[in-house]
């Protein structure tokens, strides 16, 4: 014969209360839904629910401190047997109203969160950059003001569901457990509204349009998600409004490209200014910049103004702009243009920089090789 007390780990003097607190302990440790698939476990489990079906039940723990057993007691005596489930199942719904909460909708007319919402917004590199505030409108479900959320008509009060008697759930046995479910006909409300709120049709909720203001932080990027605290849809039954969710993303620029806190542009510029060096006003997410070009720039050749990049989220640090410059080539020439050119060209012919020589060297060699 299995010695239960030894199963729970308590003595033989041991008392109602301390009995059960054992067995709440053990169950939770055991319970096949934190130990998923454990063979072990689940026999484990088994072997204390028999124990404490036996314990827990002063009538039977009698029977059992004297014959060594709980069988033998009549109908509805031992574990497995319908009536036999009454004490385990009492403590299993304690069990899990203090630690599973929701678990199989034990709770009558359980308060639940309100829904999570998500707004995608579209905003600017300029606002991205220096964060803005915009106001959204957003379709929500809040409580009926009408009927404060009851559904029913003002004046008028529901009635206890017949069906479940009020406890919102139905108990059914599914082989070696008692099992819940919500009731099927008042949604597990425990009550049928008569006369149904005319604000809400009964719903105790009414979808609205709300406006509200988000911040946007400096530093955002596509993807970027600002949770708002509160802000989705209210509960049901008096459970906390969920969360809503703004999900950014940031339109392409006509002129920069980010790269992380960096941004990239490309800037032309005259034949001339390459040659003689000079400044040029570039555009900058702050408005024009100067910039010093050195005489003989290439192009292609880059310039970083620091500091005038996207700032890191949450910091004073700021990324770098990379201008990029390329070389604008005059498609139309006047004919004194064409005039000076040509023979800015014929002088080249004659007096070969040193740059092209070399570079004439190179190409030489790769063709001779
Ligand atoms: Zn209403
Ligand atoms: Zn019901």
Redo the contacts with the bound molecule.
Sequence with gaps: MKDYYKLLGVGRDAGQEDIKKAFRQLALKYHPDRNQGNKESEEKFKEINEAYTCLGDSEKRAHYDRYGTSEGMGAGAGFGAGAGFGGFTDVFEDIFEDFFGSFGGYKKAKSTKGADLRYNLTITLEEAAFGVERSIKIPRWQ????????????GTSPVTCANCKGTGHIRFQQGFFSVSKTCGKCQGSGSIITS???????????RVQREISVKIPAGVDTGSRLRMSGEGDFGSYGGPPGDLYIVLNVDEHSFFKRDGMDIYCQFPISFTKAVFGGEIDVPTLNGPAKLKIPAGTQSGKSFHLKGKGIPRLGSHQRGDQIVSIYIDVPKKLTPRQKELLEEFAGISEENNDEASKGFKNKLKDLFSA
Excluded: I, Y
């Excluded at 149904?196 to 009414?206: A, D, E």
């Design positions: 409580t009926c003001d009408t009927c404060g959320g009851s559904g029913a008509e003002p149904p709120c005319k604000g809400c049709k009964g719903n105790g909720k009414v």
